[in-house]
């Protein structure tokens, strides 16, 4: 029993020491720490060198229950003992092996959060929305002519939502996130919910660069299309305009643009395709120019309802003055084309009325008006048009259309005024 001896004196220091440790000191003496650690490296070596001798050496029941205590009173001092600053030096000197617990005290068991299910389902949600979102985001900006802006625009959102997904669902990702958090111990406690929150973060970025993002980028395309029309670079406005309403398919101004696009094509079938689409969104132009198409193909009976339609519209005036004249001149048109003169006359009335007030005044009105004149004189009890000063017979009209014909694109009608001005006035039919 020889070898039992030094133990249970061993034993019986190592616990005198922690004793001493357990006092309510605010600082513990290096020495104290010291003796206590080699007392117990010396217990764990006698225990070994008791292990290999040849003869079984059994220890007392009391010996291991003495040693158990006096382990865990050491243990409850873990967290002083780890907040030691001479700890890790002495660990460099004394190099104890790593199974010696005692010189590596364990850091603190960190509670489990009893909602960490609810939060890792709620994170795998919000990832897959964002998948979605990234993915439809980068199906928007794919064209068929790409340039940097759409080339970013189709991968950045991708890249980013599998980053997110990677640090939060690979175990790579979450050991790089727990080392960046690992000194902040309330951070580990609630890893869980952190995750759900930059997933959820992720999610609503995508959302409102989805939801708001992508409306403002589709107008910067639809503005530069119209720059670029307004200079002549057709293909490049047209890419414009493709490019806006692939990032919001639901914009009617974009639609208008592209429609008369197609119809400078002469693709009369694809603009009134567009024109139709930014109808529905109740772009007023659209009823214009839809109409106008409608007028050029001789159907009559469908452009009449659309100005109709637009001309009573609440919110016509905050269009401006061109749009409410075009609409009223080209019903005028229609009337004049349906044979319906005095409606034909008192929309082109009106259209001359609102040209007034812009700056170059259009010549078409006046040369309608003056075919209206000429249609009026041609019928049995035509009317007169005693001491009217505005436009009384058709050649004033003609007059008032070559008079304001000065721009290239009314060649048109100043040929028609020129030709119908060399004619005398067709003298009006009466009883």
């Not at 290096?30 to 010396?42: G, I, K, N, Y």
């Not at 952190?194 to 970025?205: D, Q, R, S, T, Y």
């Not at 005036?317 to 609409?327: D, I, R, V």
């Not at 040209?355 to 078409?364: A, K, M, N, W, Y």
Request: net charge negative; with cysteine; proline share 8%.
């Amino acid at each position: 029993m020889k070898p039992v001896q030094p133990l249970e004196t061993a034993v019986n220091d190592y616990r005198q020491w922690v004793s001493t440790l357990a006092k309510d000191v605010d600082v513990w003496p290096a020495e104290t720490v010291l003796a206590a650690l080699h007392s117990r490296d010396r217990i764990q070596y006698l225990i070994d060198q008791l292990g290999e001798m040849p003869e079984t050496q059994i220890l007392p029941p009391q010996f291991w229950l003495d040693l158990a205590n006096a382990d865990a009173d050491l243990g409850r001092q873990s967290d002083r003992l780890r907040a030691l600053p001479d700890l890790a030096s002495w660990r460099k000197s004394v190099h104890p092996p790593e199974h010696h617990w005692w010189w590596y005290p364990p850091d603190p068991e960190i509670p489990k959060d009893g909602l960490a299910w609810l939060w890792g389902g709620l994170t795998i949600a919000m990832l897959t929305i964002s998948l979605a979102l990234a993915q439809d985001i980068a199906s928007r900006f794919t064209t068929d002519a790409p340039g940097i802006w759409s080339s970013l625009g189709a991968i950045a959102p991708v890249i980013l939502t599998l980053f997110a997904s990677g640090g939060a669902l690979t175990n790579v990702g979450q050991h790089a996130l727990e080392r960046i958090l690992a000194s902040r111990t309330s951070a580990q406690t609630n890893w869980a919910r952190i995750k759900f929150v930059l997933a959820f973060a992720l999610a609503l970025g995508l959302f409102l660069f989805h939801s708001l993002g992508l409306p403002r980028i589709a107008a910067a395309y639809n503005q530069q299309g119209e720059e670029q029309l307004d200079t002549g670079d057709w293909a490049g406005a047209q890419n414009n305009f493709q490019q806006a309403l692939s990032l919001k398919p639901d914009y009617p101004e974009a639609q208008f643009n592209l429609g008369m696009m197609y119809e400078a094509y002469q693709q009369y079938d694809q603009a009134r395709t567009e024109y139709l689409k930014a109808l529905q969104g109740g772009y007023l132009p659209a009823y214009n120019n839809l109409a106008q198409l409608y007028l050029q193909q001789g159907e009559t009976d469908n452009a009449a309802p659309l100005l109709r339609q637009a001309l009573s519209a609440p919110d016509l005036e905050q269009k401006g003055p061109e749009l409410e004249y075009a609409l009223h001149k080209n019903l005028g048109q229609v009337r004049l084309a349906q044979d319906r003169l005095p409606e034909a006359e008192a929309a082109l009335r009106q259209a001359i009325a609102i040209g007034q007030s812009l700056e170059s005044p259009p010549p078409d009105a006046y040369c309608l008006l003056a075919q209206v004149r000429e249609q009026q004189a041609m019928l049995p009890n035509s009317p007169t048009y005693p001491g009217d000063p505005a436009i009384p017979s058709a050649q004033a009209a003609w007059a008032r259309c070559l008079q304001t014909a000065t721009q290239p694109a009314n060649d048109r009608w100043e040929t028609m005024a020129r030709q119908a001005l060399d004619q005398p006035e067709p003298a009006s039919n009466s009883n």
